[in-house]
C-alpha cells in the first residue's frame, strides 16, 4: 500500500523561501513520476510541478523560474523548493505518486503573508 508523508509547510514573508518534503513508501519509488500539486481555499487542485524518474522536470507557468523540484530515490523523497513566495503561492500543497494515480498525502500547509 502507497503511503505518502509530505513536510516542511509553514508561514513564510512574501518573498521568502520555503522547501517542502515529500517520502513515498510502498512503491518502486525509483521507476515511478512524482508529482507536486497544490489547492488554495475554494480553488481546484492544480499541479505545480512533476519529476521523471530520470530526474527530468516540469514546471506550471506559475512555478517556472521560482520553484525547483528535486529527487532522491535513495531516500524515496522528492522536494519542492520555492523561493520568491507570493501571496498567490498559499495553498495546501500535496504529493501525488505516482503522477495521474489517486494516491495523496495529507498535504502540508503553505501560507504566504506579511
Not at 514573508?13 to 500539486?37: A, D, E, M
Not at 530520470?54 to 523540484?69: E, H, K, Q, V
Request: neutral net charge; charged residues 15%.
Amino acid at each position: 500500500q502507497v503511503h505518502i508523508v509530505e513536510s516542511g509547510g509553514d508561514l513564510v514573508q512574501p518573498g521568502g523561501s520555503l522547501r517542502v518534503s515529500c517520502v513515498v513508501s510502498g512503491l518502486t519509488f525509483s521507476t515511478n513520476v512524482i508529482g507536486w500539486y497544490r489547492q488554495a481555499p475554494g480553488r481546484q487542485r492544480e499541479l505545480v510541478a512533476f519529476i521523471r524518474t530520470d530526474g527530468t522536470p516540469t514546471y506550471a507557468d506559475s512555478a517556472t523560474g521560482r520553484f525547483t523540484i528535486s529527487r532522491d530515490n535513495a531516500k524515496n523523497m522528492v522536494d519542492l523548493q520555492m523561493n520568491n513566495l507570493k501571496p498567490e503561492d498559499t495553498a495546501v500543497y500535496y504529493c501525488n505518486a505516482p503522477l495521474g494515480s489517486g494516491r495523496w498525502g495529507q498535504g502540508t500547509q503553505v501560507t504566504v503573508s506579511s
